[in-house]
């Protein structure tokens, strides 16, 4: 259901509530305000105090920026646009939820980053698969992405948060969004998703995308809504419109060649050499960019499925002929549109898309992976500082920050955040960013075994983790605000508790991750997937071992040495400033004692009744237990590493003991983690039952009981 105009609302809502009379939005018929207003009008509701006396309006100005004047009781909010604005009625919304309206100072507050996206790999359909679509979390989200609600409920959460980009990622979604005058057979009516199971022919899938879709997959679905072609475009529509409202833009990002849902009509193919398909391609760009006016653009790829005899310069002038002369040709009808082009620098490099691309007209910027596939390890990923002097104010880069790190667990540490953000690179670089996974889907919660809402539907992941967006959005916005801010949030959202105390254990336990990631290094999801000590059971190492801890690497760039190294560095007597295994253990330990006392002292205060709190404490004391697990598995691999050199069995018997220890602190996690969620699907490491690992986890005893010192490094996955 609509909202009222502002002024029929107001007016409604002064009957009730005198003071609302005093709210005043100017211009009354904007969105964005309407928004502010119902958020300010709803939170005061909530903490049962009048709606004070704020007035909004709009000044030419800056995109985003608003000040905020203060006059005794009254508040002032003028934007620099009706974003601006919006974002200023917010700030007031959680003042007053937060309690802190009556010492709220004058300000000036603009973005310090322009454009702050969310990565959102889309389950649009089985015939048009995401990357992540041979998971759990992506089969259970396939209905929810054609339901409005859920997107008027993310879009909404995402302003709050101060995000204002929303990439949306799929192999080949035209199918399902556009019709091709061209080729009127390929557009898809209906969502359907597969009923086989995906879980017993997991290693078959491939990790670039390839063989997504397979017969038996076709053969065995369901159509989860009956929905026409036409009925699909007006709702991306609305969601576009809701996204505009919200001061949102809305970008669709694919991989290529993929060419799903075509069913190989009109004899369309992979092949780049394919006229038809080049063809096909060309027009379902122009109408994509016709048919949606609220589009803000497109990124693209040049990898994954593009093997082309002349490499990056064949690649370039594929896309160029496709996405690059479809877009032109749908902005020679709308000259006066602006349709930003992302196109990733993957697999491809900037000479070759530079000499192609030098004619798009509109605005027209890279893309990079930040920190690969793990947002969660470094406070400053050092792989693009190589690229970065390349990198050009007329052509700035976008920061495609990935986790594949946490799809579980509650994380919140602002100090981690606002250091990693304020290394980022600065405005004449960087475009923005937008963080996301690959493996998991950030849609609603099919993982959590306690996520039905009071309405009876699943909560969103973003509700669960909610801290963690709320920290990324905010700071990035504005880094300079303190601790203190978000250890009130965290007070707010759960009185019973110390807030002081609270924060504390959310950030000693959010170290945890990013600590052995640093450690334990591996790229990409398919190589390590830190919840579940696990990568990819046939491609790469599977669940890592000691062996695996012992002969590891750590993560370029962090001055943090691996136990190969750091050996080496003791017997040539070097004086040691790297951060040592030893000391890699010792700081997992200290986090996880932190957090388990911490946790301990807070469950003697909280309210029963406070279920969110409940769940929160059971992720931060998992977190601690597998931080003490790693902690055991390092100090046995370092004990491992020792005896094989020196076949002393007093350090065997060491070894054993730590991973014994390793062993015990597993089970304790498994048991947590089983208690608040269930085992799924991921698309890149296969099925994750962490309950289940812990037979993987003892084995690591028999390797070193049964280890025969002298034994040399293995070579390659394993």
């Keep these: 259901m609509k909202q009222p105009t502002l002024i029929l609302a107001l007016l409604t809502l002064a009957l009730t509530h005198p003071a609302l009379a005093a709210l005043s939005f100017q211009p009354a018929d904007s969105a964005p305000l309407k928004f502010a207003a119902a958020e300010i009008e709803r939170a005061a509701k909530d903490v049962k105090r009048p709606v004070p006396d704020v007035s909004t309006s709009v000044a030419a100005g800056a995109a985003q920026s608003y000040r905020i004047e203060r006059d005794g009781a009254k508040v002032r909010v003028i934007g620099g646009d009706a974003v601006g604005a919006m974002y200023g009625g917010l700030d007031i919304a959680e003042a007053i939820r937060t309690g802190t309206l009556d010492t709220l100072k004058d300000s000036d507050n603009k973005p310090h980053i322009e454009r702050r996206g969310i990565k959102f790999n889309i389950p649009l359909d089985l015939r048009t698969p995401s990357y992540s679509d041979n998971s759990s979390s992506a089969q259970a989200n396939i209905s929810e992405m054609w339901d409005l609600e859920f997107w008027h409920e993310l879009i909404d959460r995402m302003a709050r948060d101060r995000y204002n980009v929303l990439t949306l990622w799929n192999l080949h979604p035209f199918p399902s969004i556009v019709k091709v005058p061209e080729y009127p057979k390929i557009a898809l009516d209906d969502v359907w998703r597969t009923t086989a199971d995906l879980v017993k022919p997991f290693e078959s899938f491939s990790p670039r995308g390839t063989g997504m879709v397979k017969p038996w997959m076709l053969e065995s679905h369901e159509v989860v809504k009956r929905i026409t072609i036409d009925e699909k475009i007006a709702f991306w529509r609305a969601v576009m419109d809701h996204a505009h409202d919200r001061g949102i833009e809305v970008y669709w990002f694919t991989w290529n060649v993929f060419t799903n849902g075509t069913s190989g009509q009109y004899n369309i193919t992979d092949d780049l050499d394919n006229a038809t398909t080049r063809d096909y391609f060309r027009k379902s760009l122009r109408e994509t960019v016709l048919t949606y006016p609220r589009l803000a653009g497109i990124g693209i790829t040049s990898g994954e499925n593009m093997d082309h005899k002349d490499g990056s310069k064949g690649k370039e002038e594929w896309l160029w002929a496709t996405y690059g002369e479809g877009i032109s040709d749908a902005l020679k009808r709308q000259p006066e549109r602006k349709f930003r082009l992302i196109h990733r620098l993957h697999e491809t490099g900037l000479s070759p898309i530079l000499n192609q691309w030098r004619d798009y007209p509109g605005p027209f910027e890279f893309s990079y992976k930040y920190a690969v596939a793990h947002m969660y390890a470094s406070r400053a990923p050092s792989f693009i500082k190589d690229l970065l002097p390349e990198i050009t104010p007329e052509h700035r880069t976008w920061l495609t920050v990935r ?275 269930t085992p799924q699907l991921l698309n890149r490491v296969g099925p994750t039952d962490i309950p289940a690992l812990t037979a993987k986890a003892a084995e690591d005893i028999e390797i070193v009981r049964t280890w025969k010192p002298g034994t040399s490094p293995a070579k390659g996955k394993k």
């Design 403 to 677: 986790n594949d790190d946490l799809y579980s667990f509650r994380w919140g540490d602002s100090d981690f955040a606002r250091a990693f953000i304020n290394n980022m690179p600065g405005s004449d670089k960087l475009a923005g960013f937008y963080m996301g996974p690959d493996g998991y889907i950030w849609g609603r919660d099919f993982l959590s075994r306690d996520a039905v809402s009071a309405d009876g539907r699943r909560q969103l992941v973003w509700d669960r983790q909610w801290f963690s967006f709320n920290l990324w959005g905010r700071l990035s916005f504005d880094p300079t605000l303190p601790e203190a801010h978000f250890q009130r949030l965290l007070g707010t959202r759960h009185p019973s508790v110390s807030a002081e105390k609270l924060f504390a254990a959310s950030q000693a336990s959010s170290r945890i991750i990013p600590q052995v990631t640093r450690y334990n290094w591996g790229g990409i999801d398919l190589h390590w997937y830190p919840e579940a000590n696990l990568s990819h059971p046939n491609q790469y190492k599977g669940f890592y071992t000691v062996r695996h801890f012992m002969e590891g690497k750590t993560m370029p760039g962090e001055n943090v040495r691996s136990i190969s190294e750091w050996r080496k560095d003791l017997s040539a007597k070097k004086a040691i400033t790297a951060q040592t295994p030893p000391e890699v253990a010792a700081a997992l330990e200290r986090n996880a004692d932190t957090t388990l006392q911490l946790v301990t002292d807070l469950r003697t205060q909280a309210a029963s009744t406070d279920k969110e709190l409940t769940l929160t404490l059971g992720d931060y004391e998992a977190q601690a237990w597998l931080g003490r697990y790693y902690a055991a598995k390092i100090r046995g691999a370092i004990d491992l590493a020792e005896f094989n050199v020196s076949a002393d069995a007093a350090t065997q018997a060491s070894s054993i003991k730590h991973l014994e220890n390793a062993l015990a602190h597993w089970k304790q996690y498994a048991a947590l983690y089983d208690r608040q969620y």
